[in-house]
């Protein structure tokens, strides 16, 4: 299960992660661990797009892991505008990437359990 990411660099921006051309990011999971490649600027949002394309390449629970992706990144001051509303980010990421709609109903149930 997702257990963190792992920033290349970190300017303690809480919203926004500065990532060098060359440089990577890690999503950090209990099983494995894999680079996302960011160019540019690399927010909360290319983040959690990250976790659904790893996770669906794996042909693991996407939605189970994008609720701890969430509650992790939230937990870290990265929601939006470095507030700690889950719902505010799904919002959001519902209306920025038509990727994330199939999960949004299940991400929701996993957050309500969590």
Known sequence: MFQSFEFAVDDNNLRIIEIDLYDQSKIIDSEFEEDCWGVGVMSSYDLIEEVIDIYERRNLNVAANL???????????????????????????????????????DLIKYLMLM
């Not at 937990?75 to 505008?81: A, D, I, L, T, Y």
Request: zero cysteines.
């Open 67 to 105: 609720a701890k992706a969430v509650i992790w990144l939230i937990k870290e001051g990265h929601g939006v505008n470095g507030g700690n509303d889950p719902i505010e980010l799904i919002e959001r990421l519902k209306d920025d990437y038509l990727q994330f709609a199939k999960y949004e109903k």
